[in-house]
């Protein structure tokens, strides 16, 4: 029998979060504490841009934002915000959405599968994906459940479970 196998990956849905952001533009029109604030956000290239008039009011962009994100299943993770900046009279932050898994982050999730994963359990990385393979599948689910209870730094996703 052949192996069987999983990808580990670390992609985000760009129209998902296209659609937490418009949900986020809606609902930042709408509540009160955002009138005349100057608040706004969108794409500006491949990051995203919130503006306000207060460094307090950009904060609650950001956080607006967050939680469309976790309503729409992306993890914050994928999400690197950075900090507010003065831009003449408006508060502005950049974030943009990190996706693939560097060369680093590759060898050390494959590091904890060797050291603490089921024996005869094989991860080769390929390109900013790693691909898991095993001769039980029963193996791959205690890897799967493995990574889960690690806290990395980075999203990650099961796909081509095979």
């Known amino acids: 029998m052949a192996d069987s196998s999983f990808d580990i990956v670390s992609k985000v849905e760009k129209q998902e979060v ?7 533009s809606r609902e930042i029109a709408n509540r009160y504490d ?15 841009e919130l503006k306000a ?18 309503a ?6 994928a999400l690197d915000a950075g900090e507010p900046q003065l831009s003449g009279k408006e ?12 060369q680093e982050n590759a060898k050390k999730i494959s590091k904890i599968i060797r050291d603490e994963g089921p024996k005869g359990v094989k991860a ?6 790693l691909r898991v393979s095993s001769k039980s599948r029963d193996d791959l689910q205690a890897v799967q459940t493995l990574l ?15």
């Open 148 to 162: 889960k209870g690690k806290d990395l730094d980075f999203a990650i996703q099961y796909v081509n479970y095979r």
């Open 91 to 102: 508060y502005k932050i950049f974030a943009t959405i990190k996706e693939g898994i560097s």
């Open 53 to 70: 008039d207060g460094e307090e009011r950009v904060k609650a962009i950001l956080d607006v934002l967050q939680s469309k994100l976790i």
């Open 124 to 129: 080769q990385v390929q390109g900013e994906e």
């Open 72 to 77: 729409r299943k992306i993890s914050l993770k």
């Open 18 to 24: 296209d659609n937490a952001i418009n949900q986020t």
């Open 34 to 48: 955002f009138k005349n604030v100057g608040a706004s956000i969108g794409w500006t290239g491949e990051r995203i």
